[in-house]
């Protein structure tokens, strides 16, 4: 993967740049793809439903409100998740289970760590445009994430080598 600092770089009229307030908390520090949204709250039984579909290399986005009451991803989906080909997921709000989540093939990004479950109410929006870390995300666009951050584009991003 080309460092989201050389995409900044060439690509700076084309990308929005996420806020630097998500920590990593996956097995993957840098992993790109196409982006699947979901807003919630409190709830994850839309994130449940999508890491148990074919992930195809994308990266779910989901806003949760930046609620850092309950966890909108553990060990067991992140597991379904890197298993189902899920190049990555991200949550503006909490996440469990440190110590699974870095064993997982899958990059893992969030506002923080939360020993509380999620409510179980089937409730959320799939494929909507969300915020997210001062950005806005929409279904189809191209994330990239590293070390240095996390850049978003309506367009995937090459450089020419």
């Known amino acids: 993967m080309t460092p989201v600092c050389d995409l900044c770089d ?6 929005q740049v996420l806020e630097p307030v998500l920590k990593s908390y996956g097995g993957e520090q840098a992993f790109f793809g196409q982006v699947e949204t979901i ?3 409190e709830d994850n039984s839309r994130v449940r439903d999508a890491v148990n579909e074919p992930g195809s290399g994308r990266i779910l986005v989901v806003d949760g409100g930046a609620s850092l009451k309950r966890s909108l991803l553990g060990g067991d989906l992140a597991g379904k998740a890197a298993s189902n080909g899920w190049a990555g997921v991200i949550v503006n709000g909490a996440v469990r289970d440190a110590a699974e989540l870095e064993t997982e093939a899958l990059g893992v990004l969030a506002l923080a760590l ?16 969300i915020t997210v870390a001062g950005a806005v995300v929409r279904r ?8 240095d951050g996390v850049i978003v584009s309506a367009e ?3 450089l020419q080598t």
């Open 10 to 15: 060439a690509f700076s009229e084309a990308v």
């Open 39 to 41: 807003r919630t709250h």
């Open 114 to 129: 939360i020993p509380m479950k999620t409510e179980k109410r089937d409730l959320g929006v799939r494929g909507v445009p």
């Open 140 to 147: 189809g666009d191209w994330l990239y994430a590293d070390r």
């Open 156 to 158: 995937p991003l090459h």
